[in-house]
Nanobody
Framework: QLQLVESGGGSVQPGGSLRLSCLADGFTLDDYAIGWFRQAPGKEREGISCISKSGSTQADSVKGRFTISRDIAKNTIYLQMNNLKPDDSAVYYC???????????????????WGDGTQVTVSS
């Protein structure tokens, strides 16, 4: 059974950092593209970063602040988030899809498998 488990969320002050993890269970990470998405209350779920065999993509809203990476040996994807802002507060989800393995895109409708999310709150 394919499962994604996010962790690392929490509360932080503006300007702080967090590192989210997405553990892939039941499948090999290298065979899938992984995306990070977030959803704030009252807003649509937006794609912020993804990674595939060809590289990674970031949304303009997080470029220069967020970095996606993966550890194949640990079957885990990370999202390092620096210089966090109150607007970054949301539930963060990771998602996987094998069809995007060569080049990922930040389109939520394409991703087949989703984790349950982890809450990130940025406030003073």
């Amino acid at each position: 059974q394919l499962q994604l488990v996010e962790s690392g969320g929490g509360s932080v002050q503006p300007g702080g950092s967090l590192r989210l993890s997405c553990l892939a269970d039941g499948f090999t990470l290298d065979d899938y593209a992984i995306g990070w998405f977030r959803q704030a209350p009252g807003k649509e779920r937006e794609g912020i970063s993804c990674i595939s065999k060809s590289g990674s993509t970031q949304a303009d809203s997080v470029k220069g602040r967020f970095t996606i990476s993966r550890d194949i040996a640990k079957n885990t994807i990370y999202l390092q988030m620096n210089n966090l802002k109150p607007d970054d507060s949301a539930v963060y989800y990771c998602a996987a899809d094998y069809r995007l393995v060569r080049e990922c895109i930040l389109a939520r409708a394409v991703y087949e498998f989703w984790g349950d999310g982890t809450q990130v709150t940025v406030s003073s």
